[in-house]
């Protein structure tokens, strides 16, 4: 169900299209109730997400685990007061925002993004989420490309989960 993309968004890019999973409701009941269940284990108490696709997958989780959703988005798109991080991209750079009043000191939050890639999104977001006292305890993503070692540049101790590995 995962479609390839070649050369988008940019030459050279494999894109892996997941909106064909995003479709089917079967689909999305199972990967809801797979990191549910994983992340269960892991004592969660806040689900923070990657702006945009993250916010697909993150916000059911937390759901279905009747914990808070915490959105990390790009710049300039929440209210004050927010703290952000910037970081690169495998073609570009960005910055992640929280909302300084998303996580209570000491939460157990685990981040949900749809595709690990170079890992400088997903580690952006639990260096901002730590900045606000939150212990990251888990980074949950659907699709990990293991050819691109994203998890190298996670932080240490931090639980990494993917559904999909390539």
């Known amino acids: 169900m995962i479609r390839d993309v070649p050369d988008y968004p940019f030459a ?49 989780i937390a759901a279905m685990l009747d914990v808070p959703f915490v959105p990390l988005r790009k710049a300039g798109k929440l209210p004050p007061p927010v703290v952000g991080t910037d970081y690169a991209l495998e073609y570009g750079s960005a910055r992640l925002e929280a909302s300084t009043l998303a996580v209570a000191q000491g939460q157990n939050v685990a981040i949900i993004d749809d595709l690990l890639a170079t890992g400088g999104t997903a580690a952006a977001g639990a260096k901002l989420l730590g900045s606000l006292g939150a212990n990251v305890v888990s980074i949950a993503f659907l699709v990990e490309l293991t050819f691109l070692s994203g998890r190298e540049l996670l932080p240490d101790g931090i639980d990494v989960f993917s559904m999909v590995q390539y």
């Open 12 to 60: 050279g890019i494999l894109f892996r299209d997941l909106t064909p999973i995003m479709a089917d409701p079967r689909a999305m009941l199972h990967i809801t109730e797979t990191m549910s269940e994983y992340l269960n284990t892991k004592q969660t108490q806040v689900i923070a997400a990657i702006d945009a696709r993250g916010f697909i997958f993150g916000a059911p």
